[in-house]
């Protein structure tokens, strides 16, 4: 069996727990936002549209801020009420409303995984955590727990990336926070500490301090409902390691979870020392040619020419201007030939590379490419037709804006 952590970094006090339990809970019922997912959680009689309800909402939030998130579930609720409603939808109807909120495989994969509900379970939910990950594509550890506390009651706990600056700050774990060895000991810890009659609510209230008050930069600690039980909060009041009967000294040994000893505690940082991460992987550069073809619309305003992606890779499915990966250091006049040829293409006629006016670049972060569009346009006087097995087709802005496009479209456009 591995070893214990040491005492420094674990809860081992079960009256500590208690109290901890209970600021953080009294404090969630004062202060908790108001968001539409929570109120469905409790409101909801139907069990399987109360697991439903917070597993859009949670599906939604990774990697987005709560507040871009509100309009899109109020959105999603409206148009597929039901997990059958979704299971009943086209992926372009799912990308369309998708559209703007990224990582787009996350909505694809949340109408695969209704679908699975549908044909294979019954139209019901697992209701426990082990079931709910082993049963639903894209449904991982924590957002199976996530459910499964909310929705179901379970008396499970939840690790995410608020839940990991809490608990490291709580607990003084300076170790790489997104190692395994310091993510299993999290769960464990979340694990014993959520609370067994209010777990749903404790689970939220422990990411809820994370968002609002134990934030990454400037985390407000003077309100803070459990900076009593908070170790790096006192260790910052008084300079040095409060001292633990049986383990005096972690913090200079070789503690597994202490940050490690060639960067020690750094006083001008006080809580923010906690997490610690190893440095994140420089983003792929990626240079993509796309052209923003116009032509007159029957009612006198412009109409772009939009082509869809593959199915599946990087924004699977979705609708863009027609665009060409291009080789790193491309001159510009063979950049121009190169998505020439491409362009012919999709129009079945020859298009002169000196045709393509260069407008500008634009630049958008994915998570893991560092993508330059090189956006050229060509305006179009004739008719043009379209090869009828690629899918293409005409739109006005205002139909463009109502598409399945990507953000980076967007500001293309
Ligand atoms: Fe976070 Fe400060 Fe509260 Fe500790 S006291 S949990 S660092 S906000």
């Not at 209010?198 to 400037?218: H, I, S, Y």
């Not at 906690?274 to 032509?295: E, G, S, Y």
Request: a neutral charge; charged letters at 20%; one cysteine or more.
């Amino acid at each position: 069996a591995p070893a214990p952590p040491p005492a420094w970094h674990h809860f081992s006090d079960p009256a500590e727990v208690e109290a901890l339990r209970g600021n953080l809970l009294a404090w969630y019922d004062r202060c908790k936002r108001d968001l539409p997912w929570r109120a469905l959680a409790v409101t909801e009689p139907d069990a399987d549209r109360r697991g439903y309800a917070v597993w859009v909402s949670e599906i939604m939030l990774q990697q987005t801020q709560v507040a871009t998130v509100i309009d899109y579930y109020n959105r999603w609720m409206q148009k597929w009420p039901t997990l059958q409603a979704l299971a009943q939808a086209s992926l372009e109807e799912v990308n369309e409303l998708w559209a703007g909120l990224g990582y787009y495989s996350r909505g694809k994969r949340l109408q695969e995984a209704a679908r699975k509900v549908v044909s294979e379970l019954g139209g019901h939910m697992p209701r426990t955590a082990e079931a709910l990950q082993k049963l639903l594509p894209g449904v991982g550890r924590y957002t199976a727990g996530a459910i499964a506390s909310i929705s179901y009651g379970q008396a499970t706990g939840v690790v995410d990336g608020n839940v990991i600056r809490v608990l490291c700050r709580l607990r003084c774990i300076g170790a790489d926070s997104s190692s395994p060895a310091v993510i299993d000991r999290l769960w464990d810890m979340a694990n014993a500490l959520v609370d067994r009659s209010r777990p749903g609510d404790f689970n939220q209230a422990l990411m809820e301090l994370g968002a609002t008050v134990c934030v990454p930069k400037a985390p407000l600690c003077g309100e803070c409902p459990v900076k009593q039980h908070c170790r790096a909060w006192c260790r910052k009041l008084f300079g040095k390691p409060a001292p633990v009967p049986d383990v005096e000294d972690c913090g200079v040994g070789d503690c597994p979870l202490c940050p490690p000893a060639t960067e020690p505690w750094d006083s001008s940082l006080g809580v923010t020392n906690f997490p610690r991460k190893a440095a994140k992987k420089q983003p792929r550069a990626m240079r993509t040619a796309t052209c923003v073809l116009q032509r007159r619309g029957c009612r006198g305003g412009p109409e772009y020419l939009i082509v869809q992606r593959p199915s599946s890779g990087l924004l699977a499915g979705l609708w863009e201007f027609p665009s060409l990966p291009l080789a790193q250091d491309l001159q510009e006049q063979k950049e121009r030939e190169v998505l020439a040829d491409h362009l012919q293409a999709w129009m079945g006629q020859p298009v002169a590379a000196k045709g393509l006016r260069f407008i500008g670049e634009v630049i958008h972060i994915f998570s893991h490419i560092h993508q330059t569009y090189v956006v050229y346009s060509l305006p179009l006087d004739g008719d043009v037709t379209l090869d009828p097995a690629s899918p293409s087709r005409w739109v006005t802005e205002e139909e463009f804006h109502a598409s399945a496009v990507s953000t980076a479209m967007k500001k293309v456009l």
